[in-house]
C-alpha cells in the first residue's frame, strides 16, 4: 500500500512541475513526461527502418538474417544510415543518414508500438489522477489527462510537426539569428520524419560557446525576441524547448551566433482574447501597475488567487513582483522560498491549474524551460529580456487596435503611440546600459586602488 500511496506522489509532483515552480535543485519537471507514452525516457533501441513508406516501423534483433535483409534495404534509399541514434526519447529516436544525392539528413523514426500503446497509456494516467482524486479530494488533475488526449495525436503524426516547422519559420523569416531545418516531404510519412541534418551544441552548454566563441547574453537575447514573438505577436508558440530541442552554433555562411529550433511536434495556438490579455497582464507585471495585474490575472480565470498566479508565471516571489520583476534578479534566497513555498501552496496551485485556460498550461511549461535554459547561462531576470516582451507587447496590442479601427486618422494616431512607447523603451534601455557602464567603470577604478603600488 505505501508503494502505491508513493507512486500516486509521484503523479502529484508531476502536476506541480506545470505550476510553474521548479524543485530539486533547478531540474524542471516535464508535466508530459509523466504522462500518456511520456512515462519515463525510452532507452535508445537496435530498431532500424522497415519503411513506413511501404510497410510498418518494426523492431528486429541486431545482426539477425532479418535485420540484415532490412538493412539492404535502407541501403537502397541511403548512401549511409548510421545504427546509433543521435538523440532518443519516448516517442521517436533521430538518425543521421545520407542520401544517394549527397544530402545530409536526420531521419526521425516513431519507436514500434507507439501508436497501439498510446491509448492504453492515457487510459492508466486517467486511473491514476482519478485515484489521486480519490485519495486528496482537494486536488484536480483532470486536466492532465485532457491535454495529453488532445496533443498526443498531433505529437504522434509527424506530417504534423513538418507543417509546423515549416510554419514557424515563415512566420520568423526575419530573424535571422534562427535556423529551422527544411523538411524534406517526399521522403516523410506520419511516422517517419526526414529534415535537413544541422548540428551544434546545446542551448544550456557553456562550454561549448566559450570553445566556439559564441556570446551568451547574445544567445539568451535571441531566445527572449523568438519566443516573445512568438507568443505575444503571433499565438503560435513551441512548446518543447528543452535544451535537446534548441541549439546554438557558429552560421557556416556568416560566421554569426544561430539559435537551431527542432522538434516542432507540440505547438499551442493562443485565441487573440488570451493572447492579448496575457499581453496587457505582462505590461503590468513589467511596469509594476498591481491594479492592472489584479485585473488581467482574474480575466485569465485566477480570480482571488491572483497574487498565486502572478508567482507562478513570473517565478518570483510576490515581494519581488510588487517591487519590480526587472529591478532585482533572482537570488538564492528567493529560489529557497519558491521551493518551500511550492509545497505548501500544492492545493491552491491545483486549484488554479483547473481554472486557468488550457492554453495557459503549456505555456507555463514553456515558461519554466526557458527558466531552466536562462539559469544555466546565467542570465535569469535580466532587464533587457523584459523590455523586449514589453516591446512585443506593444506591438501586438497596437496591431490589434489598428485592425479594429476603421478610421484613418485613429490607427495613424495608434502608430503614432506605438512609436512613441518603443522610443521610450529604448531610451530606458540606453539608460540602463549607460548606468551598466559607469558600475562597470566605479568597479574598476575601486579595484585599481585596492591594488598594492607597484615600485
Not at 521517436?92 to 516513431?110: E, F, I, M, N, S
Not at 513570473?314 to 534578479?329: E, H, K, L, M, Y
Not at 490589434?400 to 490607427?411: E, P, V, W, Y
Not at 531610451?427 to 577604478?445: D, T
Request: charged share 25%.
Amino acid at each position: 500500500m505505501a508503494r502505491k500511496v508513493l507512486k500516486l506522489a509521484s503523479w502529484t509532483g508531476a502536476a506541480l512541475a506545470a505550476s510553474g515552480f521548479y524543485l530539486y535543485s533547478n531540474k524542471y519537471l516535464d508535466p508530459n513526461d509523466f504522462g500518456a507514452v511520456r512515462v519515463g525516457r525510452a532507452v535508445a533501441t537496435t530498431a532500424v527502418i522497415s519503411y513506413d513508406y511501404l510497410t510498418s516501423l518494426r523492431s528486429v534483433p541486431y545482426g539477425s538474417e532479418e535485420y540484415l535483409q532490412l538493412r539492404s534495404k535502407i541501403h537502397d534509399l541511403f548512401v549511409s544510415f548510421d545504427d546509433t541514434p543521435l538523440g532518443a526519447a519516448s516517442l521517436a529516436q533521430v538518425h543521421k543518414a545520407v542520401l544517394r544525392d549527397g544530402r545530409t539528413v536526420a531521419v526521425k523514426v516513431q519507436h514500434p508500438k507507439v501508436q497501439s500503446q498510446s491509448s492504453k497509456d492515457i487510459l492508466l494516467m486517467e486511473v491514476l489522477v482519478l485515484a489521486v482524486k480519490q485519495l486528496f479530494p482537494e486536488f484536480e488533475f483532470l486536466w492532465l489527462v485532457d491535454e495529453a488526449k488532445k496533443n498526443l495525436p498531433l505529437e504522434l503524426d509527424f506530417r504534423n510537426e513538418g507543417r509546423n516547422a515549416e510554419k514557424v519559420a515563415q512566420m520568423l523569416k526575419d530573424f535571422d539569428f534562427l535556423k529551422v531545418p527544411r523538411i524534406y516531404w517526399e521522403l516523410s510519412t506520419k511516422r517517419v520524419l526526414l529534415m535537413e541534418f544541422v548540428d551544434g551544441g546545446q542551448v544550456n552548454d557553456r562550454d561549448y560557446m566559450e570553445r566556439n566563441n559564441i556570446d551568451v547574453n547574445e544567445i539568451s537575447r535571441h531566445l527572449g525576441k523568438m519566443y516573445s514573438e512568438m507568443i505575444f505577436v503571433n499565438g503560435f508558440v513551441h512548446c518543447d524547448p528543452h535544451p535537446g530541442n534548441v541549439l546554438v552554433r557558429k552560421c557556416p555562411g556568416t560566421g554569426k551566433a544561430e539559435v537551431v529550433l527542432l522538434d516542432h511536434g507540440l505547438y499551442q495556438v493562443l485565441t487573440d482574447e488570451f493572447r492579448l490579455d496575457y499581453c496587457r497582464l505582462w505590461q503590468s507585471l513589467i511596469w509594476t501597475d498591481m491594479e492592472k495585474v489584479k485585473k488581467y490575472s482574474q480575466r485569465l480565470g485566477a480570480g482571488d488567487l491572483y497574487p498565486l498566479f502572478a508567482c507562478m508565471l513570473t517565478a518570483r516571489s510576490w515581494d519581488s513582483v510588487n517591487r519590480g520583476i526587472g529591478q532585482a534578479p533572482v537570488t538564492a534566497t528567493e529560489d529557497a522560498e519558491i521551493r518551500n513555498n511550492a509545497a505548501n501552496y500544492l492545493p491552491q496551485i491545483s486549484q488554479l491549474l483547473n481554472h486557468v485556460p488550457r492554453q495557459m498550461l503549456l505555456l507555463f511549461k514553456t515558461n519554466d524551460l526557458l527558466r531552466g535554459i536562462e539559469a544555466a547561462l546565467g542570465t535569469r531576470a535580466s532587464a533587457s529580456s523584459f523590455l523586449n516582451m514589453a516591446r512585443c507587447c506593444i506591438r501586438a496590442l497596437a496591431a490589434h487596435k489598428k485592425k479594429n479601427s476603421r478610421s484613418l486618422f485613429r490607427r495613424t494616431q495608434i502608430s503614432f503611440r506605438e512609436a512613441f512607447n518603443l522610443w521610450q523603451i529604448d531610451i530606458h534601455e540606453l539608460i540602463l546600459r549607460v548606468k551598466g557602464l559607469r558600475l562597470a567603470s566605479w568597479v574598476l577604478a575601486l579595484l585599481c586602488r585596492m591594488l598594492p603600488t607597484s615600485y
